[in-house]
């Protein structure tokens, strides 16, 4: 993944990052987690009736330049581009959302990231119950605990790898994938279908989500729900608090 206008310096002072950059899984979490914890989860350019672009120039500008979020293709993209700045092997798998009511289309997007003899799933852009950090493929059936959340990787009868998060004592699915890489051009389809279709939660609502130490905001339409360790709030914003609260996610 390239962009003529990255600049690795640039990108790691807007994720706040000033660790280690060498070719390791520690170095991979925590570049992740500072990336995941300074750069929203958002769809303003859908709201406003855009089709998001793939250009990674394009998508430079917006998170790095202009301070923006964006959703799986962008933020799991620039993340890409800062991991072959930095030497990491990695490919693209594209994946199934599983939480909906009913099978739907490879929507969803992943790197995969080889470091230290493994290789590990990296996703800053699932949303609510996006993973916090890297989980290696040979860890299969053990209990995540990032933060206050749980996850774990299994897989299915055909073969398939399934991320789960821990929900309300129940092991959800959230998206499943095989292995196998995916290049940039074959995620258009799906990022039209995601700017663009009626059914999309991208189209239907405002969707604002920033990560963080102590957890994550999410702003959906005009409910504002803060989740942390001790529980969850839920509020209703009027436009003009909804408004600040959005100023304060994208900040």
């Not at 991991?83 to 009511?101: E, I, N, T, W």
Request: hydrophobic letters at 40%; aromatic letters at 12%; proline letters at 4%.
């Amino acid at each position: 993944m390239y962009a003529e206008n990255f600049q690795l310096e640039s990108y790691l002072k807007r994720i706040g990052y000033t660790g280690s950059l060498e070719q390791s899984a520690e170095t991979l979490t925590k570049l992740m987690r500072a990336q995941l914890f300074s750069v929203a989860f958002e769809n303003l350019d859908v709201q406003a009736g855009k089709i998001v672009s793939l250009v990674p120039e394009q998508i430079v500008e917006k998170i790095v330049g202009q301070g923006r979020g964006g959703y799986c293709y962008e933020v799991n993209g620039l993340f890409a581009m800062a991991l072959q700045a930095l030497g990491f092997s990695y490919k693209f798998v594209a994946c199934r959302p599983m939480f909906y009511p009913v099978r739907r289309p490879k929507t969803h997007m992943v790197l995969l990231v080889e470091a230290d003899g493994d290789q590990w799933i990296c996703d800053l852009g699932f949303g609510s119950y996006g993973i916090r950090a890297p989980i290696a493929l040979s860890s299969l059936e053990q209990v995540q605990q990032q933060d206050f959340d749980q996850f774990r990787l299994t897989t299915e009868q055909s073969g398939a790898y399934v991320v789960q998060a821990l929900v309300d004592g129940q092991w959800l699915s959230q998206f499943g994938f095989e292995p196998y890489a995916s290049e940039w051009v074959d995620f258009m389809p799906a990022n039209y279908l995601n700017s663009t279709h009626p059914d999309t939660i991208f189209v239907q609502k405002l969707l604002v989500i920033k990560h963080h130490e102590q957890g994550r905001d999410i702003l959906l339409g005009d409910q504002l729900k803060q989740i942390r360790a001790e529980g969850t709030e839920v509020q209703q914003l009027s436009p003009e608090q909804r408004e600040d609260i959005l100023k304060l996610l994208l900040k």
